[in-house]
């Protein structure tokens, strides 16, 4: 048996989540949100709007998450191919020979 969240039981506090997910993602400032072990979690750079729980699950606010996407060499950002597209195009007309 699943424990329950926060003294609420698990299928409730999944059914209380799901009816209240889509007026979260609503206020201003909320960039993510999920339901733990301890409640509902909500990503936001505004606090002060959030409420402290919703139909009795408590709410655990977090800064946004700050995603950077990483590239093929790690964290360096790739060179711009416009300044080299004489290198790695090459132009070919359909039906003609290649350059030797």
């Not at 003294?7 to 209240?20: C, L, M």
């Not at 949100?33 to 990503?43: A, C, P, V």
């Not at 002060?48 to 995603?67: C, D, F, T």
């Amino acid at each position: 048996m699943t424990p329950p969240i926060a003294g609420v039981p698990v299928e409730e506090a999944e059914k209380i989540f799901e009816r209240n997910s889509a007026r979260i993602r609503q206020i201003p400032g909320v960039t993510g949100l999920s339901l733990g072990g301890n409640g509902i979690e909500i990503e936001t750079d505004q606090p002060a709007l959030v409420p402290n729980s919703i139909e009795g699950l408590p709410v655990k606010v977090v800064p946004p998450q700050i995603y950077k996407p990483l590239t093929h060499t790690g964290n360096f950002p790739l060179p711009s191919l416009e300044a080299h597209k004489d290198r790695f195009f090459i132009q070919a007309t359909i039906g003609a020979d290649f350059p030797s």
